[in-house]
């Protein structure tokens, strides 16, 4: 398990590749001598962003909430390259809004992508990295709200804490098998990205103070977030490690969960965040 990982000359298969962090993934999994395989919903923006990098990439449109077409994604993988290194679990999206709001649609939807994509994917890569028999790692991107909930986010949040609570059973599990194959949870603090971009899906009306939290988060993105390449890197410096927490901004994190866990042991009221 604490074997190497080979990233130059390996391959990684990076899901929601097309913007924000995955692109970023891309980019750095290019400079550290890696072939990609970049899968994303949105066919043609995958297109155009893989036809402006230099290196070997592979784009395949993918939806990850369709068990079978990322069952195809693994297939294509092998095929090209006949085995993985590196498999980034990063697509995602955000749903905003008051709980009791927000349409069962919408609900289900960051299910289906942010939780079931990631099942989808153990199915159909797991049983090959075991096969393979070497060193090769599994992220699974959380965030640093998977740890701590935020109001008018509960939908996101919820499949966040679902992502940490997959991966930390997973871990366990190729540990039972003393398996080569590890796994990291991956907890993005802000990251400049689309996120933000259409965190309702179709509904329609939305309260003010909804859409003035979004402007808001859309801003501290902006602000304080990282690059996606900036961020990538500290993502590689972290998998060097095979870190299992795989938190790149412990600035972002760490003062949070330690009051968190404060609160808990205190029995005292979680604050409310101030937007
Ligand atoms: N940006 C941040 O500040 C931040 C913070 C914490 C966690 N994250 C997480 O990072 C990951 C990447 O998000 P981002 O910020 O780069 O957002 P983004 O919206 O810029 O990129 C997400 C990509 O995923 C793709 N995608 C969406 N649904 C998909 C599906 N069904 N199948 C395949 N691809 C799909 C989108 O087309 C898009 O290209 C997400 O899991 C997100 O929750 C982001």
Known sequence: MNEMLKFQGGVAVI????????????RQALAEGMRVVA??????????????????????????????SVEALARRAWQAYGGVDLLFNNAGIMATGFSW???????RRSFEVNVHGIHHAL?????????????????????VGGFLASPLMSPYSATKFAVVALTEALRGELEMLGSPVGVSLLAPGPVISGIFDDP???QAQQEPAVQQ?????????QQ????????ARRVFDGLRQRQFWLIPQPEAF???FRQKAADVLARRNPVLPRF
Do not use: C, K, Y
Not at 17 to 24: C, F, P, T
Not at 43 to 67: C, N
Not at 224 to 231: D, K, Q, S, Y
């Open 15 to 26: 899901t929601g590749a097309a913007s924000g962090i995955g692109s970023g993934l891309v």
């Open 213 to 221: 939290f979004v402007e808001l988060m859309r801003s501290m993105l």
């Open 200 to 202: 309702f899906g179709p």
């Open 123 to 143: 199915r159909a890569f797991v049983p090959r990295l075991l096969e393979q028999g070497r060193p090769a790692q599994i992220v699974n991107t959380a965030s």
């Open 101 to 107: 709001q927000v349409e069962p649609a919408r609900w």
């Open 224 to 231: 304080n977030g990282l690059t996606p390449e900036a961020f």
């Open 254 to 256: 760490d003062e949070l």
């Open 39 to 68: 899968a994303d919903v949105q066919a043609e923006r995958l297109r155009e962003f893989t036809a402006t990098l230099s290196g070997e990439v592979l784009a395949v449109p993918t939806d990850v909430s369709d068990p079978e």
